[in-house]
């Protein structure tokens, strides 16, 4: 039988308050979507995304009953890996794992992971595989050619600073979109091209977008975490032919557009989810990791973290995310 470690527990599905750090057994078996593969990890910092709360009330789609351990990306070093494993034991790596990872040992798939250079915090490297997968993965299937601009929704966050950060590695601009200073801050130290506001600073958003854009025909791309009210906008400053990608709906509400929209102006509207496409194409999640190991590897990606907490103030690390307070990637670091 395995010892015991300290871990962040939810204890019922009420949100961040549910969160408490407790006692629990050290994780036997394999993670439950790795197949059998058993990959443990002593962990060091745990990065926090938009699936960490909705999770806490079981509102995330792929979420588990209570009580559960949170944290759903992780960074630390292997323990144990199978003999097969691109990994082995000593590496130092960053993980996605949706659930689990905010303890002093998690389990994780070698599918989902990349190494971090010896050189990176681990607190850093909590803010890599989620948020830059998804990030290079939204780049991706905008197809976006060298010079073009794509606009980012929740710019300030964990996915849009990344979002930020990969334009100079896509070679296109990037405006950001935030709804405060303290976010527009983040964004231009995360590296946007342009930064604009939601709040009315400066005049209606969509008309300071336009004029960013050659003869204010409008972005190549969008890259939307929000959703709710400002989707239909979002639309509205794509160009003719151009491609919105969605990620998440971080508002709070699921947008409905009229498809004439698309029609007369020959737009494009994708959705990103890696492991479901994985399902059908093959390959695809290798892709993603290779392309964000490879900038990894050249010493490319800054994530910008916005605040780091202690296990025993995991709730309120929670609760930034809730609220919409937080800038940047949040962390709670374990050791």
Not at 247 to 273: C, D, H, M, Q, W
Not at 303 to 316: L, N, Q, S, V
Request: hydrophobic share 45%; with cysteine.
């Amino acid at each position: 039988m395995g010892g015991q470690m300290r871990a962040v527990v939810v204890e019922s599905l009420d949100g961040p308050t549910a969160a408490v750090v407790r006692e629990v057994p050290e994780p036997l078996g394999a993670h439950r979507r790795a197949g059998g593969r058993r990959v443990l990890v002593e962990v060091h910092a745990v990065g926090l995304s938009f699936i960490d709360p909705l999770q806490t009330r079981g509102k995330y789609q792929a979420g588990v009953d209570a009580p559960y351990i949170c944290g759903s990306e992780i960074a630390g070093t292997v323990l144990e890996a199978p003999a097969d494993s691109w990994v082995a034991p000593g590496d130092r790596i960053s993980a996605i794992v949706w659930q689990g990872g905010m303890a002093e040992q998690a389990l994780a798939l070698d599918d989902f992971m990349v190494k971090i250079p010896d050189d990176m915090s681990y607190a850093e490297g909590a803010a890599i595989y989620m948020n830059y997968a998804t990030a290079w993965y939204a780049l991706d299937r905008a197809n976006l050619r060298p010079g073009d601009t794509v606009l980012v929704s929740g710019a300030a966050g964990g996915v849009g600073t990344c979002l930020l950060d990969l334009g100079p590695a896509f070679e296109v601009s990037t405006i950001a979109l935030v709804s405060s200073a303290a976010k527009a801050e983040m964004a231009a130290r995360a590296g946007a091209t342009h930064v604009v506001r939601t709040d009315g600073t400066g005049g209606p958003w969509l008309d300071q977008v336009r004029a960013l854009t050659p003869n204010g025909r409008g972005v190549e791309a969008f890259v939307d975490q929000v959703g709710a009210d400002l989707f239909l906008d979002l639309v509205r400053s794509l160009r003719i032919g151009g491609t919105g990608v969605v990620v998440g709906f971080a508002g709070g509400s699921i947008p409905e557009v009229k498809v004439n929209r698309l029609l007369l102006r020959n737009l494009t509207l994708t959705g990103i989810t890696m492991d479901v496409m994985e399902t059908e194409h093959p390959g695809t999640l290798a892709r993603v990791r290779d392309g964000v190991q490879a900038l990894l590897d050249d010493g490319r990606l800054r994530p910008a973290i916005g605040a780091t907490y202690p296990m025993e103030k995991a709730a309120d690390a929670l609760a930034s995310l809730e609220d919409r307070t937080a800038v940047g990637k949040v962390v709670v670091t374990v050791r």
